[in-house]
């Protein structure tokens, strides 16, 4: 320890700062030795992959959220000659996730060892793998043929290693993958065999042949959502706050809402600067800059057709003084929750008829806007399950509209109705 004199002081100090370069250089060295092992393999290492590595896979932990990072991808090709690549992916929390090609895109399927799962995975049949584990799928028949192809080096690899698999496209993913040189290699030529069984399937698998899938960062379940970290071009076409310096945007979504209509939503930020005073330790009063940080969140939906002005917002007192009177309905409980103020208000009592107000009451309907072929949405909160909550209100919400208002509007077919019992329908494109 320092005895507190000047030498004293500088001697700890020099300790602390040789103890720290030598914790700096065991870990470079240890981080050299891992690349080079990796390197010498035949397989290429990037430190810091873009994000696009995981374009095109959607079945959890992918297509969840905008939590999509990316780090340390490696690329090559096992002994028995299978293409391979191995990342971290953020979402799977930190997990190392490895990729296979299938040869030809094929339905979703999730096979885990007893205690591993994928949280999110929603496909509808559930059955028991032979020997245990769970066997998740969204197609009964399509499970049959892979386990009559692939079982055997999936259980082969099972008795090794736990086993979170999965058929995502035309890509066998597993996550958990090891990250010492030795042990994922000996993890990747168990699992190799897998891919290769699928891959030589021929005719077993080949009725089950899909789409191929989008090579973008989609979303689960919702196949015409696409992720994008950041889509500043936005700002030149969609309404938002003005004024301040360096606006961008982040956790971009794009997607159809119903055909011919797509919608956008995004977070919104800039940077404004102020002036301010303060007085310094010596008594004297000084100005300094200061800079602020703002964000506002942006959901819009782009419509293939006008209608006259509607808005369906909070009750406010305040709305009311400055937007006039709010126009009333016959449901008092829906007048209480809600002001509604329209350019044309038979448009508003047309739209907004007894059943209609019973169905926004019902699912809690969030503040809307519908003005010049647009609807925005005043959302609490910016993520995935919010825009599919306001998107599916608002499908509802047109879906309902009485056939006299759409041939008012110049429309012979809606793009969007309700059936007999109650279901959405959209128009075939």
């Known amino acids: 320890m320092s005895d507190g004199s000047p030498s004293g002081v500088l001697i ?9 370069a030598g914790v700096g250089i065991f870990f470079a060295v240890k981080r050299h030795n891992y690349v080079k092992a990796i390197r010498e393999r035949g397989w290429v290492f990037e ?3 873009p994000i696009e590595v995981a374009n095109g896979l959607i079945v959890p932990p992918f297509g969840l959220g905008f939590q999509r990072g990316t780090d340390e991808h490696i690329v090559g090709r096992t002994r028995s000659g299978i293409d391979f690549q191995v990342f971290e992916y953020q979402a799977a929390g930190d997990a190392r996730v490895v990729c296979m090609p299938l040869g030809m895109p094929l339905p979703e399927l999730v096979a885990t060892s007893p205690g591993q799962s994928r949280q999110g995975v929603a496909a509808p049949h559930r059955s028991m793998l032979p020997g245990g584990g769970l066997l998740v799928t969204a197609d009964q028949s399509f499970s049959e043929a892979f386990l009559s192809v692939a079982n055997g080096p999936m259980s082969a690899f099972a008795a090794r290693f736990p086993l979170n698999l999965a058929v995502d496209g035309d ?18 030529e168990a699992l190799a065999p897998v891919a290769a069984a699928v891959q030589h399937a021929g005719p077993q698998l080949e009725r089950f042949r899909q789409q191929p899938p989008e090579m973008r960062l989609g979303f689960y379940h919702r196949p015409s959502w696409y992720y994008l970290a950041s889509d500043d071009g936005l700002l030149s076409v969609v309404a938002h706050t003005v004024g301040g310096m360096n606006h961008r945007t982040s ?4 997607g159809e809402f119903f055909p011919g209509s797509w919608f956008v939503a995004f977070v919104h930020h800039w940077q404004t600067q102020r002036t301010e005073s303060y007085t310094d330790s010596n008594g004297h009063t000084r100005t300094r800059t200061v800079t602020d940080n703002h964000s506002e969140v942006i959901h819009e939906v782009t419509l293939p057709f006008g209608s006259p002005d509607l808005q369906v917002s909070d009750d406010s007192r305040w709305g009311r003084l400055f937007k006039g009177a709010s126009i009333d309905f016959e449901l008092a409980a829906f007048n209480d929750a809600y002001d509604v103020h329209s350019s044309v208000p038979k448009f508003a009592h047309d739209v907004l008829h007894p059943r209609q107000i019973e169905y ?21 909160r910016h993520s995935a399950e919010a825009i599919a ?3 599916d ?24 109705t309700l059936s007999p019992d109650g279901q959405i329908q959209v128009l075939d494109r």
């Open 251 to 254: 956790d971009v979504v794009h």
């Open 389 to 391: 909550f306001e998107l």
């Open 393 to 416: 209100v608002l499908a509802g919400f047109f879906a309902r509209w009485p056939t006299f208002v759409w041939q008012d509007l110049g429309v012979d077919k809606p793009p969007i």
């Open 171 to 188: 890509q066998l993913t597993q996550v958990g993958a090891p990250k010492d040189p030795d042990e994922l290699e000996a993890y990747l």
């Open 360 to 380: 926004l009451m019902a699912v809690g309907t969030m503040p809307f806007t519908l003005s010049q072929g647009k609807v925005r949405v005043r959302p609490g």
């Open 12 to 20: 700890g100090f020099l300790v602390l700062l040789a103890i720290g």
């Open 47 to 49: 430190s810091r992959p």
